[in-house]
Every structure is written in C-alpha cells, then in structure tokens.
C-alpha cells in the first residue's frame, strides 16, 4: 500500500518552551532506539518527511543533504525542477503524487460515473469511521501531541492513536513534527505547507513535492522530545504500517461485506476511496481555505482565518485565526459549540470521565482584550468596541499574547 504522506495544519507559535516536556535520563535509550525506529520506518516507507533521511538527531546528515543540493545558499531555493514543461521550486516526491492523484482519481469514477447505491447502512458506516478518525487526528495528533493543549490519560491516549489509524494519514511523530513547525513559521518558506505559495500548494501540493530548504534547516530547532518520549507514540510507530492497513482500510472495508452483505466493489469504494479521500480533503482545508478566507477578529496581520464550513468538515478545526492566536486553547476556538466543534464536546465528555484533564483555556478577559487589541472588527461582541483604526497597534507590537 503506498504511503500516502500525512498532512498537517498547524504547530505552535510557542512551540519550543510550551512542549518539552524534557527526557528523564533514563529514557534517552529507548529515545534513541526510537529514533532508529523513526529513521528506518520513514526511509522505507518514503513518508513525508524532512527529506534527505536527515533527522532530528542528525545535524550531519542535514547538513549533507544541504551540500549535496547546493548548500543553504539561495542557489539552492533558486534553482528549478523541471517535470511535464511545468517549473517547480523543488523536487516532486513522483510516488506520493502518483498514489494521491490515483486515489482521488478512483474515488470520483466512483461517485460519480460508476456508483450503484450503496446500503444506506453503509454511507451511515463511513459517515461514522470518517468521523472516528477525523477524531482522532483533530483531538489526538492535533490538539494533544502538537499542541500539547490538555493531558490524556494512557486509555485516552491509546484510544486516539487507534482513532488516529483510521485517518490513514502520516505517522504521528511526522505529523506533529509538521505541525509544530507550521505554527513556529506560519507562512514563510519554512512552513511545510505555506498558504503563500497558493491554495493548491497549501492544500495538497506540498505533500507532493520535497520540502522547502528551510523548513529542514529550521525545523530542526523544534523540540520533539516529548513526542519521542510518549510510549503510545513509540508503539504506534513500531506497528504504524499493520495499523493503518487495518484500521483504515481492511475492517472499514470488510464491516459493510460481513455484517449487511454489501457488495464488495461497492465497499471497497465506499470506505477505502471516497470515505478516505473526502477525509483527506477536510483535512487539508485547514491549512488551504482556513488559511485564506473568512473573518481575522483575533489578529488581523496573520493569514489564518474563522471560516465556518471548514469547522463543519473538520469536526472544529476551521476557527484558524483563533487558533494561530491561542494554540494552547484544547478548543481549537473560543466556542466549544456541538455543532462546530464536535472535537471539543467529545473532549469534555473524556473530561467528565477523568481521561482527560488539565484542559488549557485562555482567560475571557485575555481574548477581550487581544480581540481588541489585536482583530480586524469582525468579532461579533467585542469587534464593535474598538475598531482596528482606534487601535495604537505599534504599543502592543511587542506585547506576548501567548503565555
Ligand atoms: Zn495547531
Ligand atoms: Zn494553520
């Protein structure tokens, strides 16, 4: 099965400080068997990954890479790559664009040329393994691993991992890593998938193609020690390959052919292509649409935006300008309304069981004064009180919003 790369959508203004968790001595062997782990899984799968087999534990090997393609000069970022007739910045990834283009290209002949109704049983099932694993990449490798925005307990933790298999995106570390580095250098050559470069880029483009020099070279300043650390993530990734077969495709696939007697042509395209590849898109809109358009009520000079039908799909991840500001919120927004951020009433739901705790939350007077301070008057109660042209910005350009 081809390694379709994961994706990723955002990583922490304040990433360093907030993340680390540090390593108790103890653990730097398994780290380090982990990291081999991480570095034999990722060459042979040909993840997404911080291209060159480097490695966060490898400055030589970057720092080879970068000689081997011109050295971290700008005739490095100049030079073009030339497929079709057609100029790209960097080297396409020929593997993850065939298996993206192909998966996407089965799932519309299927719905839309040669779909014969499916059960309905069937469309409810993938309505609800889309919404299991969109679960656990938005509550799991999002809000928990990246951002570190509220604490689980073992089962919690496990369960999310599962959830997070379903997904079939990319490796948790991969993709925390990503993300982290997303929100550390939002919108510059070294944000994995800048929203700069255009939508299809931001969307899907930046997983075809090799990362952009500096998002190696300063990737490498973000602290994934506690990532390295969780022995959840360590067993997911020692069974990452079996996990996603299973979880993502072969028992969403077979449930619908043993339980309600579902033609198996009709399943296989139903859960493994068009559940899949729609679950992909919701993803990706995050970083494309929710990077673009809508509202900036919490801070107007950043690209991430409130955009409603991408908290729709997302299970609550669309409310972007919000959560590029507090990236520590559990809630990914300022409201934790069930028909928008179906991420965060599961979440309160694990709360009231105890499995998850310490829940991060700005103040109310925080987000007040940052809306006013800060946002682009669009905010429904505070917007009103104190528009952007009232606002002596240069006085609280060096103020830190993020604690
Ligand atoms: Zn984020
Ligand atoms: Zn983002």
Same mark, same amino acid.
């Given at each position: ?92 990834? &020929? =593997? ?8 996407? /290209?089965?799932? $519309?002949?299927? *719905? ?119 022995? &959840? =993530? ?8 079996? /996990?996603?077969? $299973?979880?993502? *495709? ?154």
């Amino acid at each position: 099965m081809t390694q379709l790369a994961t994706m990723t959508m955002m990583a922490g203004t304040t990433a360093d400080g907030h993340y680390a968790n540090g390593l108790a001595n103890g653990d730097k062997k398994s780290v380090n068997k982990f990291y081999e782990t991480v570095n034999d899984s990722e060459d042979t799968l040909n993840n997404n990954n911080y291209e060159g087999k480097s490695r966060l534990n490898s400055k030589k090997s970057d720092q080879s890479e970068y000689d081997r393609r011109g050295g971290d000069s700008a005739t490095s970022d100049e030079k073009d790559y030339i497929y079709f007739g057609i100029k790209f910045k960097q080297p396409l990834k &020929v =593997v993850n664009a065939i298996s993206i283009i192909g998966f996407h /290209l089965v799932s $519309l002949y299927a *719905f839309v040329l040669n779909f014969r109704s499916p059960h309905f049983l069937t469309v409810l099932w993938a309505f609800l393994v889309g919404g299991i694993g969109g679960f656990g990449v938005t509550a799991g490798a999002h809000r928990l691993w990246s951002h570190r925005s509220y604490k689980a307990k073992t089962p919690l933790r496990v369960l999310l991992a599962l959830c997070f298999s379903v997904a079939g995106q990319n490796t948790l570390y991969d993709w925390t890593r990503d993300h982290r580095v997303h929100h550390k250098f939002s919108e510059t050559d070294a944000d994995p998938h800048n929203s700069n470069r255009g939508f299809f880029f931001a969307h899907v483009g930046w997983l075809m193609m090799r990362k952009h020099p500096d998002v190696i070279r300063k990737g490498n300043q973000v602290d994934m020690s506690d990532i390295l650390a969780d022995p &959840v =993530v360590q067993w997911h990734q020692k069974y990452f390959v079996t /996990l996603k077969l $299973l979880l993502c *495709f072969l028992i969403p696939t077979a449930v619908p052919i043993y339980f309600w007697n579902e033609e198996w042509l009709i399943s296989i395209f139903t859960l493994s292509f068009i559940r899949y590849v729609f679950a992909l898109n919701f993803t990706w809109l995050v970083n494309s649409a929710a990077h673009m358009w809508g509202n900036r009520p919490f801070d107007r000079k950043i690209n991430p935006a409130e955009n409603l039908s991408v908290s729709i799909v997302s299970m609550g991840e669309g409310w972007h300008n919000y959560h590029h500001t507090f990236p520590w919120d559990y809630k990914a927004a300022e409201i934790g309304d069930f028909r928008y951020n179906l991420t965060t009433t599961f979440l309160n739901l694990f709360a009231k069981i105890g499995w998850a705790y310490d829940l991060k939350e700005p103040s109310k007077e925080l987000i007040r004064k940052t809306i006013e301070r800060h946002g682009d008057g669009s905010h429904s109660k505070h917007g009103e009180r104190c528009m952007p042209d009232e606002v002596p910005m240069e006085a609280d350009e060096n103020s830190n919003l993020i604690e």
